[in-house]
C-alpha cells in the first residue's frame, strides 16, 4: 500500500464507504504515512439538530475509518469498543478531515486513534477505539444469511 493511495470499501454497501448504499457516508479513504484520512462533508441524510450532523453519524465515520486503519498492520479486527469526544459541532456540507491510526496493539487487542478537523484547522472530533482480531469466519454466519435472502 502506498501512501496517498485510496483503500477499498469493507464491503460494496457498508454504511460507512460503500458505493453501493444510498444511505451510506460514501467514505473515500487513503492511506498516510501514520495510518488512513478521508474528507467527509456530512449531507441533509446525516442531519441531527438543524444544520449540525447527528452525533451517530459523525461516531459511524470514526468507526469506519478505524477498519481502514486496519490494512496498515494486516489484520482482520472488529470494533469492541468505541469513545467519541464532540469538541465543536460538526457542521453540514462543511469538509472534515478525519484521520486515524493503530496506536498499539496487545495480543488481540488493537488500540486505534483518530481525530477529525475542520477547514479552518480547528479540532472537532476526537476518538478512541478497541478492536478485538478474529479470524474471517467470525463473518461467515453473516455471509451466508446475506447470499441465501430471497427477499
Ligand atoms: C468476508 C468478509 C470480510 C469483511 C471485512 C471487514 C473488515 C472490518 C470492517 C470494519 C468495519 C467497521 C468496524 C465495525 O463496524 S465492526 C462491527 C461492530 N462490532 C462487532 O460486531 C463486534 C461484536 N463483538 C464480538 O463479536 C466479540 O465481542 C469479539 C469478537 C469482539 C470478541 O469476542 P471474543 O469472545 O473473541 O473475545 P473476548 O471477549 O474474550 O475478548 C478478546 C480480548 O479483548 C479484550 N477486551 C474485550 N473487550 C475489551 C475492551 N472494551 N477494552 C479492552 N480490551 C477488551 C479481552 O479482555 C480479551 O483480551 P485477552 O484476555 O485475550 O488479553
Not at 478497541?130 to 444469511?145: N, P
Request: net charge negative; with cysteine; charged share 15%.
Amino acid at each position: 500500500m502506498e501512501i496517498g493511495q485510496r483503500l477499498p470499501p469493507h464491503s460494496p454497501d457498508c454504511a460507512g464507504c460503500g458505493p453501493g448504499n444510498p444511505a451510506g457516508l460514501g467514505l473515500e479513504v487513503v492511506r498516510t504515512a501514520a495510518g488512513v484520512e478521508a474528507v467527509h462533508r456530512f449531507s441533509d441524510a446525516q442531519v441531527g439538530a438543524p444544520g449540525i450532523a447527528h452525533g451517530g453519524a459523525v461516531a459511524l465515520a470514526f468507526d469506519d475509518l478505524f477498519g481502514f486503519a486496519l490494512y496498515t498492520v494486516g489484520s482482520l479486527a472488529v470494533t469492541r469498543s468505541l469513545t467519541i469526544e464532540y469538541h465543536a459541532p460538526f457542521w453540514l456540507h462543511r469538509p472534515y478531515t478525519f484521520s486515524a491510526h493503530v496506536a498499539q496493539r496487545e495480543g488481540r487487542r488493537l488500540l486505534l486513534r483518530a481525530d477529525a478537523w475542520d477547514d479552518a484547522g480547528q479540532k472537532a472530533g476526537s476518538a478512541a477505539a478497541t478492536f478485538v482480531v478474529v479470524s474471517l469466519g467470525h463473518f461467515a454466519a453473516g455471509a451466508e444469511q446475506v447470499m441465501g435472502r430471497d427477499d
